[in-house]
């Protein structure tokens, strides 16, 4: 078994020519990215690198990480609200918990209804198949 692996390199060959040609004919702006490629291709990876480093030391980085976090709510400063938003929210925890394992119990009922349901059907056709013919009406429900 033989893995061959073509990759277009960025520069102008015949190859991102054609494909830059075909991209601005099918789509104006796949063929402005093609050209981009060609152009700027071989710098990619240290540019998404440089941004990714700019954005790790961003002020703003935290702030969009601590607006994005779904568990973890700020303190307002009002002691009762807080206390009483913390006992609601274990609360409705906990009752997704109970409905999450009552979903289960249900699925496993439904698992088994249809494996009892395969089996009558086996054994139906097993008896009938015994007496000699299977008769297509029969099996169907």
Sequence with gaps: MTTSSCSIRPGWSPV???????????????GLAMLAYILWGDRF???ARDARDQWRASPLKGAMDSMNTSTSYGRTGNVAFDDYREKELKRLEEERARLDKMRNEFDSF??????AKDQEEFDRFMANRNRG???PSASAS
């Design 133 to 135: 013919s299977v008769d």
């Design 45 to 47: 990876h240290t540019m």
């Design 16 to 30: 991102t020519i054609g494909l830059m040609v075909l991209g601005f004919v099918a789509f104006w702006p796949l």
């Design 110 to 115: 439904l698992q088994e209804l249809r494996r």
